[in-house]
Nanobody, 116 residues
Framework: QVQLVESGGGLVQPGGSLRLSCAVS????????MGWYRQAPGNQRELVAV???????NYADSVKGRFTISRDNAKNTVFLQMNSLEPEDTAVYYC??????????WGRGTQVTVSS
């Protein structure tokens, strides 16, 4: 059984930083893509950032230059460094992975609130 455990969410003031982590555990062959999505109240879930097994990255326009996605393949962990946070970044952030032969898996989500 595959599990995704997210951590690092919380309350931060505008302009502040947070770092999200997502560790993947269980029985699987390998991880293709790892990424982060977010969903704010009343909105659809949207892609924030994704990183492939080869290290290629893609970001939503709204976070380019402020967020950085990275991964530690040895620890099956993906990170999202979020700087210069804005109130509009407030949302539940979900970890997402694509596993070889098993497909997509989602974490339970971690709340990020940007407020003064």
């Amino acid at each position: 059984q595959v599990q995704l455990v997210e951590s690092g969410g919380g309350l931060v003031q505008p302009g502040g930083s947070l770092r999200l982590s997502c560790a993947v555990s269980g029985s699987f062959f390998s991880i293709y893509a790892m990424g982060w999505y977010r969903q704010a109240p009343g909105n659809q879930r949207e892609l924030v950032a994704v990183i492939t097994s080869g290290g290629n990255t893609n970001y939503a326009d709204s976070v380019k230059g402020r967020f950085t996605i990275s991964r530690d393949n040895a620890k099956n962990t993906v990170f999202l460094q979020m700087n210069s946070l804005e109130p509009e970044d407030t949302a539940v952030y979900y970890c997402h992975v694509v596993l070889r032969a098993l497909g997509d898996y989602w974490g339970r989500g971690t709340q990020v609130t940007v407020s003064s």
